[in-house]
């Protein structure tokens, strides 16, 4: 077998009714199976209104054109016995009858359910198998039809709950109606993006993540990118989570202090692996997309901080006082690893090539987008010591962010230019990055001091939305990554390009200090340079993005020509969510559902 063959032999039908309600399921057994396929079934049902009349058929000749199934349903109703007489078990279809009086409104509820409970890595034969998150209200074998029934017996409390925080979103004209797309249709990728979500490791102990009831998730950065839940790339679109399910966040952030705590230097591992080797087992593969190929070694300097910044945010948001007991020695131990990164001792980690998510712009010596995350995250440190450690280290992360902010407004301010520059040494120093106050989203959200001066923020993002966003596609398109003083992209494909999630999560950030500063004109460039993103994905036919937000795109200058892009469907389009919340938090501290 090779390593992407999933055998499903043994197939066979059967039709099966309930109160009211009429269902097909297509089953799997044969001792060829592969775990992952083997005992596992698909499910159709159908319940109709009082009065109607529901049929179906267990097997009709799915090889075929359709025409044994088109004749029977012209009737308008189904035998209730198998078409193809040749019982392949490869296709079933259920109907619902009723009839309607002029001007009349009634419903049928029709469902799909599937119950394949196995999900196995590195190879489909004897790899690591896992039980899927839902067996633990469905355990067992054959559960598709007890989850079809469920769901047939109650769809309504369903829409009720998807409804209460749905029309919080999607309702609220707080909201521009394009940001509420953004944000709602960028979820597709928690169904659509290679997710993974755990209630159990069949085949040996976890390595990480077994604390009782703790469940580790994954979404893939993409699938060109095969890493799983990449650190980095998940600091933008992590509100979402945080927001929508805190329960996985919290449960993967503690797997990171697993993983942090077991790196022999403290490191913050770049992704929880790779679903072609052993996710959760084997981590940290960066670019490795193939069976025994050693992944790049990279001592990354913005994940500690990203990693310490979303804990915070974690803790700050839920009040979870035993999660940050757990999670901070983890936080201490590998910002402490990143003060080692500090070779002429400013106070600053050092930028030595390519370090960051930004992997193909070099930055050397003191790099801003280093900077600004390591200050929110001194601080960050600094107020988690106040509960979990003592004054004295408190008050030594406040005075090493005072440090490295001190050095940083030195070292990388352009008075003339009004803006950051990329770094101090680098082939691309005097560059304008639009992400380069990164740092600064998670301290304003969080309630932490500003990374640097608030006035120079301001003056720093009101640059980039002259020279980034007025100065490519005219605003059509997004934020340029890195441009030079003139307005020029540098040259490096990720400085061409505009990042999407990255985008969006300026933006956020654009409307935070616009707001904070009294500036009106930066709150609405907010929006401009967030519909920018928007409008490439959803409204421009030519790059028909639609539920496959790129990691970037490269736009020529001209907003009427198509563009290129990279790594089509991607983690970071969730970032949307940070300029929504910037603007109002749907789901304030408290808030729950009511169904």
Known sequence: TTQYDYTRHGLRSSLVRGQGTIGVRLQAQDKDNVPETERTEWVIAARGPSGSV????????????????????????????????????????????????????????????????????????????????????????????????????????????????????????????????????????????????????????????????????????????????????RHYEARHLLELFPTIERDVLLGWADMVNADPMGRTPHDAGSPVDDPWFVVSQYSATRPATPPLRVDWLDLPAKFVQQAHAYWTYTGDDTFGAEVYPALARTMNHLLSRDVDADGIPDAQGWCTTYDAIDMDGLAIYVATLFIGACDAMADFAVVFDTDAVSKTWTAAAARARAATEAALWDESGGYYRLDTNGPFSSALLADALCGQRYSARDGLPDVLDRQRMASHLNRVYRLNVLGVADAQMGATNAVDQSGRPIDTAQGKAVWPGGTYFTAGLMHTVGRATGDGDLVANALTTGYGAYRTTYEDDRTAFWFDTPALWIPDGDPSNPVQYRAASYQRGRAAWELLVAIKDPFPVGWKPSV
């Open 54 to 233: 529901v049929s179906a058929t267990e097997d009709w000749a799915g090889d075929g054109n359709g025409s044994d199934l088109l004749a029977a349903f012209k009737a308008g109703q189904l035998p209730d016995r198998p078409l193809d007489a040749r019982r392949l078990g490869l296709a079933g279809a259920v109907c619902v009858s009723f009839m309607l009086a002029p001007g009349e409104q009634r419903a049928a509820t029709f469902a799909l359910a599937w119950d394949f409970p196995v999900v196995q890595f590195r190879n489909p034969v004897n790899g690591t198998r896992w039980l899927k998150r839902y067996t633990q209200w469905y355990p067992g074998s054959y559960r598709g039809w007890a989850i079809a029934s469920d769901l047939l017996a109650d769809a309504s409390r369903l829409e009720r709950g998807i409804n209460a925080w749905w029309t919080r979103v999607a309702d609220d004209p707080v909201y521009p109606l394009w940001l509420r797309g953004a944000a709602l249709n960028e979820l597709y990728y928690d169904v659509f993006g290679g997710v993974f979500w755990e209630n159990g490791c069949i085949t040996k102990p976890k390595r990480f993540g077994a604390r009782r009831g703790q469940h580790l998730y994954f979404t893939m950065e993409t699938d060109v990118y095969r890493d799983c839940e990449s650190m980095d790339v």
